[in-house]
Every structure is written in C-alpha cells, then in structure tokens.
Antibody
C-alpha cells in the first residue's frame, strides 16, 4: 500500500523560502503524478502544482512565479519550494498522488507550515 | 479557471436521513471530470467519487454522485454518525484543478 509522508520546517520567516519533501513508500514514484495541495487553517483546498517522474510539471498560475516542484526518483521523493513567503502562505501542506486524470486518491497526513517572524 | 460553488455551506440533518450536497461550476466542467472528497477533522481529504459518479475503492454504496456540465450532486443515503464532517468537490477537466469551498454536514 502506497503511503506518503511530508517533512520540512514548520516555521518559515516572511520573505524566505518554504521547502517541503514528500517521501513515497510502498510503491514507485515512477507511477502516478505527484502534487502539492495546501489548506489554510479553517479554509478550503488549493492545488499548488504537480510533477511527473520524468520531470514534466504544471503549476497553478496563481503561484507559478514562486513555485518549484522537483523529483528525486533515486530517493522516491518529490519536493516543493515556495519563494518569498508571506503570512498568506500559512497553511497545512499536503502531498498527494493521482493518475493522469488528477483526482487524488493518495494523500499524506499533511504538515502545518506557519509563516511568521 | 473554473470556479466551483458548493451549497449549502452547512447542512443540518439527523442520522438516518438522506443528504444532498450541491456543486455548481462556472464555466462548465468538461467530460464529467468532477470528484468528491470527505474530510474529517485533523485528517487529509478522502476520495469518495470520481468522474462525477464512480465510487472510489472501499466507499460504501450509500455515497453516490451525479450530474454533468455545471451542476453536480453528492448524495448520502442513511446518514451515519461518522458522515457528519466536511465535503469538497473538485474539477479536474481544466487546468488548474480547483476545489469548492466545502459543505459542512452537521447533526441536527
């Protein structure tokens, strides 16, 4: 059974870079598309972007200028970098997996990232 | 991008009753590319329905989805106590994929 686990700092200072990693276990990262999705406290879900094991990616236009998602197939991991963060980027960040039709049937437990000085 | 509007924001019902949750899209969703998720407090969303009406693996048959174009519905027959949580719709027919703002199902 495929499992996802997010890791990374829980606190980031304003204007700095948020960096998270998702480790895929129980299956190969060469299957599925891998996304990052976030949820501000008490609010709804926002898709950030996806990456395929080949490196092809797609980002939400609302975040595209600040986002980079990368993949490391040797470690079965993919990562998120979000630059120039503000308090508005405070959220629960989930990594998720999908097929090519982008409904998400695999989810990590989520990790809370707070942007504060 | 496609905006999904869920209604009602909160639905108050009793266990055993039937719930009907709405998700309206603007503009329309192509090819019935709509999913529904259930999110319990402190947990990640769980896929219930994809392609508007197909149940995900392990989802009880009291959950059903319908609709096309701009209007979609999630129905839950015979509500169980564990069903009183938050539900989201998601369209994946156009990029970026987007989610509705959620409907909270509460015990009356």
């Amino acid at each position: 059974q495929v499992q996802l686990q997010e890791s990374g700092p829980g606190l980031v200072k304003p204007s700095e870079t948020l960096s998270l990693t998702c480790t895929v276990s129980g299956g190969s990262i060469t299957h599925n598309y891998w996304s990052w999705i976030r949820q501000p406290p008490g609010k709804g879900l926002e898709w950030i972007g996806y990456i395929y094991y080949s490196g092809s990616n797609n980002y939400n236009p609302s975040l595209k200028s600040r986002v980079t998602i990368s993949v490391d197939t040797s470690k079965n991991q993919f990562s998120l970098r979000l630059n120039s963060v503000t308090a508005a980027d405070t959220a629960l960040y989930y990594c998720a997996g999908s097929g090519s039709y982008f409904w998400f049937d695999l989810w990590g437990q989520g990790t809370l990232v707070t942007v504060s000085s | 991008e496609i905006v999904l509007t869920q209604s009602p924001g909160t639905l108050s019902l009793s266990p055993g009753e039937r719930a009907t949750l709405s998700c309206r899209a603007s503009p329309s969703v192509t090819s019935g590319s709509l999913a529904w998720y259930q999110q319990k407090l402190g947990q990640a969303p769980r896929l219930l329905i994809y392609d508007a009406s197909s149940r995900a693996t392990g989802i009880p048959d009291r959950f059903s989805g319908s609709g096309s174009g701009t209007d979609f519905t999630l129905s839950i027959s015979r509500l169980e106590p564990e069903d009183f949580v938050v539900y989201y719709c998601q369209q994946y027919g156009s990029s970026p994929t987007t989610f509705g703002q959620g409907t909270r199902l509460e015990i009356k």
